[in-house]
């Protein structure tokens, strides 16, 4: 098979998107074991299943190179989807730890069943009839269809007015090296929106596919400083700010 310049593009630029949002959201959740706040075992694993719908263009990529062939649509459908519902609840969680924690199992329990009457009816037209909810497009992506986009478009709703909300907290707080925190988290959610939004409904070639998988890398680094500082980044902030 002949691989083209946009064929490389999207599926080198899809696996390293997926490799530094899992590293990026397992050190988050790593960062219990110290700190000993559930929050950060929530945020941590929500990041990095929400780069989930970047892991099939990258299995796709990584068994084409191999195989010389393309994963059939339903696996595809079950490593891009599968895991996203269960991603928003945990976001949930995090958020509701914060915020709102008296009415925590309330809301959890929404999403809980939201995340179920998704998974039951995409696996259902994923058996009947594939085509229903998703399409392929070239050689390792695909393209959603019905329900499935309504669900990413509530999703990225509720990222982005949480994912503000939730910045905000930091923001408030009158300590500037919190407050650089807070801002980093707000650039983190608003730039992987923007990034997943241009990357999912816009056309694609070698320099879109370059810009918009950038904004994603860069906004799981900000979402990561959002909780944790790293030692270089520090060295460039007043001493009286280290903390």
Known sequence: ???????????LSSLI?????????????SKYLQHKERVLI??????????????????????????GQSIAIELFYTISISLTPIAITLWMVAYTELKYKRFQKIIVGIFLIQALIFEIFSFYFLIIEP????????????QYKSFVVLYFIEIAVILIVTGILFARESLKINIPIIRLKGVFL????????????????????IVTLLLYRSVLVFSSFSFY??????KWFKKFLPKNNKI
């Open 1 to 11: 098979m002949e691989y083209n310049a946009i064929l490389i593009t999207n599926g």
């Open 17 to 29: 998107i997926s490799i530094v949002s899992i590293v990026t959201g397992l050190k988050i959740a």
């Open 42 to 67: 929530f945020a941590g694993i929500t990041w990095l299943l929400m780069y989930e719908g970047w892991w099939g263009p990258s299995v796709s990529f990584i068994v084409l190179i191999l195989t």
């Open 131 to 142: 085509s229903i909810i998703v399409e392929r497009v070239g050689v390792i992506d695909a």
């Open 186 to 205: 707000l650039i983190g959610f608003i730039s992987f929106i923007i990034g997943s939004i241009l990357d999912v409904f816009l056309e694609l070639n």
């Open 225 to 230: 400083f959002g909780f944790f500082l790293p």
